[in-house]
Structure formats: structure tokens, C-alpha cells
């Protein structure tokens, strides 16, 4: 079984206007070659897909991302099956704009997690059946704690990741009860500031914690740029997988342009990178130059945590045994 993993799918704003001439496969470029032959697709949803709703002002915000209900139409064209919507931009046009997308992301045959009505619906694992085994994917974030779903109020799975913080404990039972279901469970994280290519220290504790309450994966992402990636008592640890499909301003340090698509294969357990730029508002397959140096950049990084990386001619590769000396 291979699952791909992609970065922050932001089809908001100057995407949104491209959107309204160009075919809805736009935004993927010369990516879905790849991405189709996974089993399985999950990413990232970086803004509500709805037509409804008013940009949230209770709380002080700059940036809102919303993108036309129409364009449900640029996940199932790649064959996204489950989008994460734990994260800062679930609720940026508020509750009914929320709600208009769950009911669209349903019709349409996409599951989520991370969001919706109440707690326990904001928490629900997504567990699917793929190739006689039972796939679980729970979703939560440490951004926007005043968003937090309660048991009468709806809003996204807030966990505040710290000893004894909001939700915490309930995550890590949820953990547990979810891993005695399925054969393998994946966490997507929204987590941490949105710059800096070193994971905090505290998500390394806590990524260590989930694997030990049984989580096989770590989907971590709200970094616009990839960190690199960790192997814990051969789990894969990916901290942050940065931004996919976006409208944002580059910076010249930290490449907020360079991401890869990352597959899981779970037979083999083995780890593959695919570099990737994006470019005119759609992710494009990095080329020559710019490829070596988006992978070479991922190899250090890795090499900091400990991680050894196979160099291939178009892509990285990670064997979960396999670590530095």
C-alpha cells in the first residue's frame, strides 16, 4: 500500500482567480502522474471551499482563505481522498462557510478530519479499509485556540501541546482507542510557527509520545517549508512538509516555494521524495538545478536528525532501519 502525502493546499485568493479560466488540473501541473499512483491521497486543506460566509473578525486576523465551492472540483482531479481541516484557515469566513464545505467535501466522496459541529465530530478518525487493512488518520492542530471545538460548540481539533494542556490527554487516549482499531494509524498535526527549517523541541517530544501510544506516522505541516524528516523506533517523523499549491510571496532564505511529494510504502517501509517548486500558482515536479538543490537541502537536514537518505536520480529515498552511524 502507498499513501501520498502533500503540503498546504492553499486554492484561495490569486489561485481562486486562476481557477476561473483554467481547468480545475491546473494547479497540479505535472505532479499527478505521481500522485495517482498512490493507493491512497492526503493533504492539507489551507482554506474553506465555499461561497458562502464573511471573513472571521472576532478574532484579529490578516490573511482569509477561501476558495469557490466549484473548486471541489481541483481535489477530486487529483484523487485527494482525505483532506486534514485542523489548522488556522478552517474557519476563516466562520461557521456556516464550515459547514457549507463539510457538506460539499461529503457529496463529493472526500473524507475529512480535523473539524466540525462538536468536539467529538472535530476529533473523529477517518478509518478506511485499503488493500485488507484498516488505515486510521486523526487530524489536530496547536494554532488558533479560540477555534477549539467543544462539546456544544463547533470548531477543530485544538490540542495546546503541553504537559497538562487543553485536550491533551484526551488526544493520547484517542491515540491508543484508535490504534486498537486499525493496522495503521497516521496523525496530521498543524503545528508551530511558520518559519524555521529545525523542529521545536517539543514536537520532537510529543512526535516521540504519539508513536508511543501508537501512532505509525506523523503528517506534520503549517511550516511554509519542509524540516527534515526522523525515524523514531522505525516510525517516519515528518515535522513539517510545507507548502504545496499557494499564491504566497517567496522568500529568498527560507524557500517557501520547495516542497516534495512525499509516498509512504508500508510493505516495504520505505520513505520517497519527489522535489517540487511551485510556479505560476501550481505545483510543478523541480527540474536540474533547482532539484538537486531542494534535495540536497532535505539530506541535511535529515542528517541532523539522524535520518539516512538514499540520493536517486529524480527522487529521495528513506528505509525506516536505516539511520547514521
Known sequence: MKIAFIGDVMIGRLVNEILKYEEFKYVWGDTLEILKNADLRACNLECVISDIGEPWSITPKVFHFRSDSKNIEVLKVANINIVSLANNHTLDYGYEAMFDMLENLKKNGIYYTGAGKNLGEASQPVILKIKNKKLGFIAFTDNEPFWSATNNKPGIFYVELKEGGKNLDYL?????????????????????????????????????????????????HSPHIFRGIEIYKEKFVLYSVGDFIDDYAVDEVERNDESFIFIWDIERQTLELYPTIIENFQARLAKEDKKMKIMEKMIKLCNILGTKVELEKDKLLIKDKLKLN
Open 172 to 220: 493520547l487516549s484517542l491515540i491508543e482507542e484508535t490504534k486498537r482499531k486499525v493496522d495503521y494509524l497516521i496523525i496530521s498535526v498543524h503545528w508551530g510557527p511558520n518559519w524555521g527549517y529545525q523542529p521545536l523541541k517539543e514536537h520532537i517530544y510529543f512526535a516521540h509520545k504519539f508513536i508511543e501510544c501508537g501512532a505509525d506516522f506523523i503528517f506534520g
